[in-house]
């Protein structure tokens, strides 16, 4: 029989090793030529963690665990295959919030045997379960809302000094845990309240916001994980905490940095809530044939396209390479720009682009891409919206003043490919529609890619 002290050992080193696969996995994730490899190593470095855990010594429950990682295993099994492309924020949105869940209950147990644990730990295990459980609730909410489940934003006066004192009363209680005096009606009332507070939290963000507020939650999860791994010494979900936690702060402030908005604006502002400005654009939207439009970039010099959500939604991605491959066999120099916050997640049109086979080469993301705009003949827009809206440059009184944006206004001629006449997620009217220079080309998206590709081959 092994002695405890070395099998605690020997624990401990397969969990660095589990650690170090999280980190390799995440490196790897962080380009898309390699990030099919580093969802392996990653699923392999948590394969070994859940391993060894059984082996840890005195535990108890094995059959509770063995159904749970099968059950939890099926699920994930069978959403991971049958959802879409469109559908991967929301489920990452659910996915994240069972994370943040699942530290919030390894908190509660420890802080309901808080005989056992001194200061220190308490207070980390009652600032995993606030952390966790705000991300919890506030990531179903997000899930909801990307879902269509939730199409109303909810603002109401006074609503900052409610979550405000609900903040309060749960640090409150969180310091008086930290002391080791845990009654079980202030538990219920601290977990109560922090799970209401990140309902109340998302509630009235808009649904153009909730990619940073999903990468935001996801560092709240990886942070709740970090404080519980030190509550039960476990080397694997500190390390794997602390990186998930830092990777997500720093997803955020980029994704913020994107849109030219503090992180306090995109939670406090209830931006995309209600429409603001931009209502008074002058002109008129001018529409375009699929024909006309094949014709003017089959002899175009230079085309860039900008994808956006409502490709995704289209499925238009393998059409639009059908069509951009018969573009360069006339001699058409293409390339696709991303913005940052493109779809409703980062890298939503990467991956799209190369599931349709888009080599990496031609996808170039807003600084390498908008001196190319100037010198370009069309800039065909399909899906997207904020990201190209003038105002952002010109409109101080736009809600997106400042933002960063696509310059596909600045190319000779613009041509926007759009299901209708409405405005974006965020609800804000586009000046680029309306510009002297652009042309609107309406329909569902994968179908207009078609009729653009048979207006090439006609061409001969």
């Known amino acids: 029989m092994i002695p405890e002290n070395l099998l605690q050992t020997a624990i401990q080193a397969a969990y660095f090793v589990a650690a170090f696969l999280f980190i390799i996995g995440l490196r790897q994730m962080s380009s898309p030529v390699s990030a099919g490899r580093g969802i392996v190593w990653a699923g392999i470095g948590m394969l070994v963690a859940t391993l060894v855990t059984f082996g840890w010594p005195d535990l108890g429950n094995y059959t509770l665990m063995t159904a749970a990682i099968f ?40 802080l309901l045997h808080a005989e056992q644990h001194g200061h220190v730990v308490l207070a980390l295990a009652a600032a995993g379960g606030l952390i966790g459980s705000v991300s919890f609730s506030g ?36 310091v008086w845990f930290a002391w080791g005096d845990v009654p079980g009606h202030l538990l219920i ?20 916001d909730m990619p940073v507020v999903i990468s935001l939650y996801n560092a709240l999860t990886g942070l709740a994980v970090g404080f519980e791994g030190f509550v039960l010494n476990n080397a694997a979900m500190i390390i794997a905490g602390t990186v998930v936690g830092a990777a997500g702060t720093m997803l955020t402030q980029l994704m913020a940095k994107a849109m030219n908005r503090s992180l306090a604006n995109v939670l406090f502002s209830g931006f995309g809530a209600q429409q603001e400005a931009g209502d008074d654009v002058e002109g008129q939207m001018k529409p375009i044939e699929a024909n006309d439009a094949a014709v003017m970039m089959a002899y175009s010099q230079k085309v860039v396209i900008v994808p956006g959500y409502g490709m995704a939604v289209a499925q238009a991605q393998h059409k639009i390479w059908e069509f951009v491959q018969l573009l360069e066999e006339r001699g058409v120099e293409v390339r696709f720009a991303i913005h940052p916050v493109a ?8 991956v799209l682009l190369a599931e349709a086979g888009v080599p990496y080469d031609k996808i170039f993301d807003l600084d390498e891409v908008n001196s190319d705009f100037p010198q370009s003949d069309v800039a065909l827009v399909i899906g997207a919206n904020d990201v190209v809206n003038p105002d952002a440059r010109t409109n101080k009184a736009s809600p997106i003043y400042g933002m960063p944006i696509l310059d596909a206004d600045r190319a000779a001629n613009c041509i926007v490919i759009k299901r209708g006449q409405g405005k974006g997620f965020s609800g804000i009217q586009n000046k680029l529609f309306f510009a002297d220079n652009t042309k609107m080309l309406y329909g569902d998206g994968q179908q207009v890619c078609a009729n653009l590709v048979q207006g090439v081959k006609q061409l001969g």
């Open 71 to 110: 059950i939890g295993g099926i699920l994930a099994w069978i959403t991971g295959k049958r959802v879409q492309m469109t559908g991967m924020p929301q489920m990452i949105a659910l996915y994240n919030g069972m994370g943040g869940g699942a530290a919030a209950c390894i908190g509660a147990l420890e």
């Open 343 to 350: 779809g409703r997640m980062p890298g939503h049109m990467n």
């Open 189 to 208: 009332a601290f977990f109560v309240i922090v799970l209401l507070l990140g309902v109340l939290m998302t509630l009235p963000i808009g649904g153009a």
């Open 139 to 174: 990531s179903l909410i997000a899930f909801a809302k990307l879902q269509g489940l939730i199409n109303k934003s909810f603002i109401y006066a006074g609503q900052h000094y409610m979550n405000a004192a609900l903040m309060a009363a749960a640090v409150f209680l969180g």
